[in-house]
Nanobody, 121 residues
């Protein structure tokens, strides 16, 4: 099982970015997929998660209403659309796959390498 996150970059506050996470290996639809982020000097934190079928999503309060997670099981891809970006969204973003819809990092079995998002004011 391998995950790869990409799509990061540098934007000004108020801008948008779309992150993607591609998956290879065992059946993609068997896993919930989450996004986490880690800012310098801070712990990795939960951002969003989507269920195996894509019918259920959950978001951190800090991104609710601005970020949207979606998945395409036919393409083995999960996307994170990030709108109205703020400087405090600056972090390395990671995607992860696990057996259930969860916010806790320890419940995820597989992790991608991360992609940098930088939001300037």
């Amino acid at each position: 099982v391998q995950l790869q996150a990409y799509g990061g970059g540098s934007v000004q506050a108020g801008g948008s970015l779309r992150l993607s996470c591609t998956y290879s290996g065992r059946t993609f639809s068997s896993y919930a997929v989450g996004w986490f982020r880690q800012a310098p000097g801070k712990e990795r934190e939960f951002v969003a998660v989507i269920s195996r079928s894509g019918s259920i999503t959950d978001y951190a309060e800090s991104v609710k209403g601005r970020f949207t997670i979606s998945r395409d099981n036919a393409k083995n891809t999960v996307a994170l659309q990030m709108n109205s970006l703020k400087p405090e969204d600056t972090a390395v973003y990671y995607c992860a796959a696990g057996p259930s819809l969860a916010r806790a990092r320890v419940l995820y079995d597989y992790w991608g390498q991360g992609t940098q998002v930088t939001v300037s004011s």
